[in-house]
Nanobody, 127 residues
Framework: VQLQAFGGGLVQPGGSLSLSCAAS????????MGWFRQAPGKEREGLIC????????YYADSMLGRFTISKDKTKNTMYLQMHNLKPEDTAVYYC?????????????????????WGQGTLVTVSS
């Protein structure tokens, strides 16, 4: 199982950016997957997580209305669309995956549940 996250970069406040997470060794439809981020000096936090068994999706409060998760099974890739970016969104963004279990999508937005991680991609929001 491998994950490769890419698409980070420098974006101005109020701008948009889309991150990709290419998966191999499993299908994005079969595993629980999530996006996390870690800002300098802070712990890694779960942003959006999607469950494979029931399609349930959990959004952290600060992501609602600004960030969206999607998957393309033909490309075996998960995406994170980010809009109205703010300087406090500056962080290294990670994608993660794990075989599904009975936990909820909200439960899965905790890093302890994931065995597989992408390498991270840096997003910098600055003017």
């Amino acid at each position: 199982v491998q994950l490769q996250a890419f698409g980070g970069g420098l974006v101005q406040p109020g701008g948009s950016l889309s991150l990709s997470c290419a998966a191999s060794g499993f299908t994005v439809e079969s595993y629980v997957m999530g996006w996390f981020r870690q800002a300098p000096g802070k712990e890694r936090e779960g942003l959006i997580c999607i469950h494979s068994l029931n399609g349930g999706t959990y959004y952290a409060d600060s992501m609602l209305g600004r960030f969206t998760i999607s998957k393309d099974k033909t490309k075996n890739t998960m995406y994170l669309q980010m809009h109205n970016l703010k300087p406090e969104d500056t962080a290294v963004y990670y994608c993660a995956a794990d075989p599904p279990s009975y936990y909820s999508a909200k439960d899965y937005c905790s890093e302890q549940f994931y065995d597989y991680w992408g390498q991270g991609t840096l997003v910098t929001v600055s003017s």
